[in-house]
């Protein structure tokens, strides 16, 4: 598999130094990605760069993930108006186990194979370097004049931000060009990726390179994600979308990649999945023909969801996607635990009911009229009924004074009342 076509053709490459294509055709090459340990989980902004490492790998090279625990310290300055909050080092050991955990999943750092993945953290080599050294060592090699040069640099101190740009920050990109320096003598790393913003910091590392080592050292960025309405890509009404199901559910990652637009799909199913561009292809003429049967946005939701939780965990987000869009069963309804349950019914109108009541039973028109304002009245839910637009629990009430007790309850605490084919309601026993 030829690295940089795989990418081309996924729409993940920006820029490209040259050289980089025939290094890569040479050899098996060493490659990096650098990864903000600013949380104890990865959100779905990080997945670009994490697929270009799961490609590398998949291509026959050697991916190297680099945790910033020293630039992390500091805050890049690059697309950013304002420096970020600085970690402990136990902070940083403890984000480092859980981001490597996560990547595990895309990445084998466990096999013999001479291209196994490899976790590094910058902390380690930056923890005993001292400023002297490092500006003897380091500093002379590049001017402040090409400092200034680059982008990220210029729309910071260009900005409409007053509050300009700390040394701290201006010093980022000499901190991450060594980085790179350091694993090219280490690991004999040959190629740093990242995002469009980062090619001002990759490419002070392979100048960085070239005047201490005298060697040859290339770069690859991909593009900036965005969603085809030009909004920001990976962002909620409720934040990032997170990879630790702690900060989002499976069934929330679930239906945000089920839920992406039409546009949107074609591009991020090259991007955040492994599939082959004939399973693509195939899966784009079938959106064509049918857009209603949403199969590009099932399979991106399924491929992601899979990868980064599991297989139980899409079945289950599928199961409680049904609830309220297609044919499940009161099963499915008992199954799911609260956690989701919330989740799936969040916004749909509830009401508080006596569990005091309900353990002795009570009539479903006297529920659903009385205790419960589901109709406004009982001779509008004797006709609904009759026409069979009740539901309780997924299951069609037959009878609209049926007997309701507390063996209705899911999860000890919920009924479920629907009427006609969209208006739930949520009747929690108090």
């Known amino acids: 598999m030829n690295f940089v076509e795989e990418l081309r053709w996924r729409g993940m490459i920006h820029e490209i130094m040259p050289g980089t294509e025939e290094q890569l055709q040479k050899e098996i090459t060493s490659g990096y990605v650098g990864i903000d340990p600013t949380a104890d989980s990865l959100h779905i902004g990080h997945l670009v760069s994490v697929m270009m490492l799961k490609h590398l790998q998949r291509a026959g090279h050697r991916p190297i993930a680099l945790i910033g625990g020293a630039t992390g310290m500091i805050g890049d300055p690059s697309m950013k108006s304002q420096e970020r909050n600085l970690l402990d080092e136990p902070t940083l050991r403890h984000n480092q186990e859980a981001i490597k955990k996560q990547l595990s999943k895309f990445l084998d750092f466990d096999s013999d194979k001479p291209n196994k993945a490899v976790l590094v953290n910058n ?14 060592d380091i500093g002379k090699h590049i001017t402040v004049n090409y400092m200034m040069a680059k982008d990220s640099v210029k ?9 300009g740009m700390s040394f701290t920050e201006f010093s980022y990109q000499l901190l991450q060009g060594y980085d790179y320096v350091h694993l090219y003598k280490e690991y004999d790393c040959r190629l740093q990726m990242g995002g469009s913003d980062q090619w001002g910091n990759i490419t002070t590392g392979t100048e960085l390179i070239r005047r201490t080592a005298g060697g040859e050292a290339y770069a690859l960025v991909c593009p900036l994600i ?26 929330k990652f679930y239906q945000f990649w089920v839920n992406v637009s039409d546009e949107d799909a074609e591009r991020y199913i090259k991007i955040f999945t492994a599939l082959s561009k004939e399973e693509i292809d195939i899966l784009v003429e079938e959106q064509k023909a049918a857009p209603h049967l949403r199969p590009l946005q099932k399979r991106l939701a399924k491929e992601i969801t899979v990868m980064v939780h599991s297989q139980e965990d899409y079945e289950t987000a599928v199961e409680a996607s049904n609830i309220l869009f297609g044919n499940a069963t009161a099963e499915a309804l008992k199954k799911l635990d609260e956690e989701t349950f919330l989740q799936v019914f969040e916004g749909v109108p509830t009401f508080d009911i006596s569990r005091d009541e309900l353990a002795g039973g009570i009539k479903a028109v006297d ?11 009982k001779g509008e839910m004797r006709k609904t009924v009759q026409a069979g637009g009740v539901t309780v629990n997924k299951e069609k009430l037959s009878e609209f004074d049926q007997n309701i007790d507390s063996s209705y309850l899911i999860a000890d605490k919920y009924i479920i009342a629907q009427r006609g084919k969209k208006n739930y309601f949520v009747l929690v026993a108090k």
């Open 226 to 251: 965005t969603k085809a309405d030009g909004t920001k890509f990976g962002k909620t009404e409720s934040g990032n979308v997170w990879l630790d199901r702690r900060y989002t559910s499976p069934y």
């Open 155 to 163: 729309k910071r101190l260009n900005g409409e931000s007053s509050v």
């Open 367 to 377: 529920l659903l009229t009385e205790k419960a304002a589901v109709f406004p009245s």
């Open 123 to 136: 902390y380690d080599w930056m923890k005993d370097y001292t400023f002297l050294d490092f500006i003897r």
